[in-house]
């Protein structure tokens, strides 16, 4: 019995003085977490991979909307602008400038319209 109680605390005082040998050198780490988990440890990898690539493709999503929307301010002003001088050129008052101008010959009615109506 005693013997056995003697073998069992060498075994530990062994295994605790390898732990500490193994945890200094190293290699505790790389034979139980590294090698042991290769394939979480590989799982770990891919997934950083993802995620660092999804991240610069929305920083250049970010970007590209970024340019699109002030080009979409810029054509909205601009948009404005079209119309605003439209809305001035197709007055009556400057369409009749513009004809006397350009000598088209046209003139402008001086009656209402009226409705020709066809009985069938």
Do not use: C, H
């Amino acid at each position: 019995m005693e013997e056995k109680k003697s073998t069992q605390k060498s075994t530990r005082k062994k295994g605790g003085k390898g732990f500490l040998k193994g945890l200094i050198s190293g290699t505790l780490i790389t034979e139980r977490l590294i090698l042991n988990n290769m394939r979480y440890a590989l799982l770990l990898a891919v997934l950083g991979i993802i995620f660092i690539a999804n991240k610069f493709g929305a920083e250049r999503m970010e970007r590209q909307i970024t340019v699109l929307e002030q080009e979409v301010r810029d054509l909205r002003a601009e948009s404005l602008s079209v119309s605003a001088d439209l809305g001035g050129v197709s007055r009556q008052s400057e369409i009749i400038d513009l004809v006397k101008e350009r000598g088209l010959g046209l003139e402008e009615l001086r009656e209402p319209p009226f409705r020709i109506v066809v009985n069938e």
